[in-house]
């Protein structure tokens, strides 16, 4: 059967409500499903904004934002929420268990699939820690559990859905670079046959995507691999040398 998830953006551009300039303008790209394909820009370029088109946390202004082929603005939020997994940029926890959290978009998940995210997600050795393990209770506001912890939880939550598409906002920027990489790389053997897309700060995190967007403004300034932006992005330059 033919893998699931393509993303396509055509031609989008995006305002905030009430606002006046476009914060993105003219977005067009494809992300397939069983690759990588990674944002990458300053503060403020758009990114948040970006992702946040495909699980229609708002509409686009004109353009269309397409998942397989069909626009998601005909879609509902239930076949949405089952397909697209998105990590936020401020990962949150509800007060109740680990487990709880962890359920959260798949209610009928077994523990082991549980514990099979959390390995992933590098979490498994924090859950362990305590003999409550999955009933330990996240405080309100996740505030007994680090800023690192929390991203893990978040990334493990959105592995137990098992969707087509995996939105990842900055979603590594907490771990050190090492736990960073030992993540990806479970990540990508967990998620071969769905579409990734990592918004990053770091290029550490995107430089073996399989296509970078290097976002200025918002708009694509530059695309390409990291070895191709290397050679012809000055933004991209700007940013590894950062
Ligand atoms: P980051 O996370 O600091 O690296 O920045 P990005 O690239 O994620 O930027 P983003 O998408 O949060 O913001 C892009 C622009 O849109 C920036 O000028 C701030 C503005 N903006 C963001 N969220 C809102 C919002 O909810 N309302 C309005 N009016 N503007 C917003
Ligand atoms: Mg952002």
Request: aromatic share 6%; hydrophobic share 40%.
């Amino acid at each position: 059967a033919e893998k699931k998830g393509r993303v396509e953006f055509r031609d989008v551009t995006f305002k905030y409500p009430g606002a006046e300039a476009p914060v993105l303008s003219n977005i067009s790209f494809t992300a397939e499903p069983g690759k990588t394909l990674a944002i990458i820009g300053s503060t403020g370029a758009g990114k948040t904004t970006l992702v946040s088109l495909l699980p229609r946390l708002y509409d686009v202004a004109s353009g269309d934002v397409l998942l397989d082929g069909v626009p998601v603005t005909k879609m509902d939020a239930s076949e949405i929420t089952s397909r697209v997994s998105a990590v936020p940029q401020k990962p949150y926890l509800f007060s109740g268990t680990i487990e709880h959290n962890l359920r959260f978009g798949k209610p009928e998940a077994t523990d082991e699939e549980l514990w099979d995210a959390l390995e992933t997600a590098q979490a498994k050795g924090f859950v362990e820690e305590k003999s409550s393990g999955l009933n330990r209770r996240i405080a309100q506001g996740g505030t007994n559990v680090s800023g690192g912890q929390r991203q893990r939880l978040s990334i493990a939550r959105a592995l137990v859905t098992k969707p087509n598409v995996y939105l990842f906002d900055d979603s590594f920027s907490a771990l050190d670079v090492a736990t960073d990489a030992r993540l990806r790389k479970a990540l990508k053997a967990k998620t071969r046959d769905a579409t990734v897309i990592i918004v990053a700060q770091r290029v550490s995190t995107i430089a073996d995507a399989d296509e970078i967007l290097v976002l200025d403004n918002g708009r694509i300034v530059d695309r390409g691999t990291h070895d191709e932006l290397l050679e012809t992005s000055p933004t991209y330059q700007e940013i590894v040398e950062s």
